[in-house]
């Protein structure tokens, strides 16, 4: 969708007109929009929305509360713990093994929890550290997920292609540990699940790079390939031992793909929702730009020139440009290959910058979504051009999960 720029900029400084940057925002009627949309992509399988991503409690409530969505997707057990006990959602899958032994011991001792929160597993030692925490015969059975590695490895495996995740590949090596979680006391087998990063966290179109472009999307389609046929054979193969509630895959960047997989029962969304700068690299779908932060300009150094205080907002992964956030509004300012994005300052080029003024508000977007909410304690809802809610992020309510 074409965005006029020069209008969200006015409409957005004149929501925030009384506040003091740095702060953060999120566009509603954006956010709602990308909700459905992902919703739409998803072709009647429901979305469960990856907490991480968000990390606003009252921002993963609106989303639930949407048709379509259903379940969370936390990134730490005591993280799910919260949201469940805060009443966010009663069905709340942690992504990644854990090793907490307090939050270990808070689920086992809570049957509401442990039939609220599941966790994932893809080594029997995981369940081993369960185990010493707590016995299998003090405790309710608890919700386990089994994930399969969805990494392609072509050429008998020589080539890896995907993130280092689950050590389980094979349908085999999954039928094998649900045998093995079958067989044990405590634990009760429910979910599979598996994330294809090289399809959903990739964008396929980056911005002057065709060559490159053309090489991802190959990849890309000789990937989802194999895994329709490995998920399906995992899929049986843990089945035999287990009568599965959910078969969770995709993100934002694959939803639809692999929503068309019949194996999976459900796909997992969040960034999609903000809509940050890595999503402007895909062909398929582009989220609208939901969350911005401004930052205000405090020198000018000379003409072309502008420096905003702060800046320096920057995401995870390789250390890399796209990895920095992007001066956005107004258009056509860029940052300098010298300085970057700043811890204290950051100053930005381009012609547009003579016009500005100290005091005005330079508006970023973040390269990744709920990062984002790790540099501020509130996020301002803005409908239309007013301010109608400020609402605490994790930060704000007191909590660093990560």
Sequence with gaps: MAIDRDKLRDR??????????PYAVVDLSAFDANADALVGRAAGKPVRIASKSVRVRELL????????????MAFTLPEALWLARSGVSDDV???????????????????????????????????????????????????????????????????????????????????SLAAAVAGRQGFRLVGLMSYEAQIAGLGDAPPGQAVLGTAIRVTQRGSYRELLARRAAAVAAVREHADLEFVNGGGTGSVAATSADPAVTEVTAGSGLYGPTLFDAYRAWRPTPAAFFACAVVRRPGPGLATVLGGGWIASGPAADSRLPRPWLPAGLKLL????????????AGD??????????????????????????????????????????????GHAFL
């Design 93 to 175: 899958l942690v992504a990644y093994p854990t090793a907490d032994r307090r939050a270990l011991a808070e689920l086992a001792a809570d049957p509401a929890l442990a039939d609220a929160v599941t966790l994932m597993v893809d080594d029997a030692g995981q369940l081993d550290l369960v185990d010493q925490v707590c016995p299998p015969d003090r405790r309710p059975p608890l919700r386990v997920c089994l994930e399969l590695d969805a990494s392609w490895r072509p050429l008998g495996g020589r080539v890896h292609v995907g993130v280092r995740r689950s050590p389980v590949h094979s349908a085999g090596a999954a039928g």
């Design 352 to 397: 547009v910058a003579t016009d500005l003024r100290i005091g005005d508000r330079v508006w970023f977007r973040h390269a990744k979504a709920g990062e984002l909410c790790e540099h501020v304690n509130e996020v301002h809802l803005v409908d239309g051009d007013s301010v109608v809610a400020t609402v605490p992020t994790y930060r704000g309510e």
């Design 61 to 72: 409530t609106r989303a639930l509360a949407r048709p379509g969505w259903r379940g969370v």
């Design 12 to 21: 957005l400084d004149r929501a925030t007109a009384h506040l003091d940057p």
């Design 337 to 348: 290959g010298a300085e970057g994005a700043g811890e204290v300052q950051t100053p930005l």
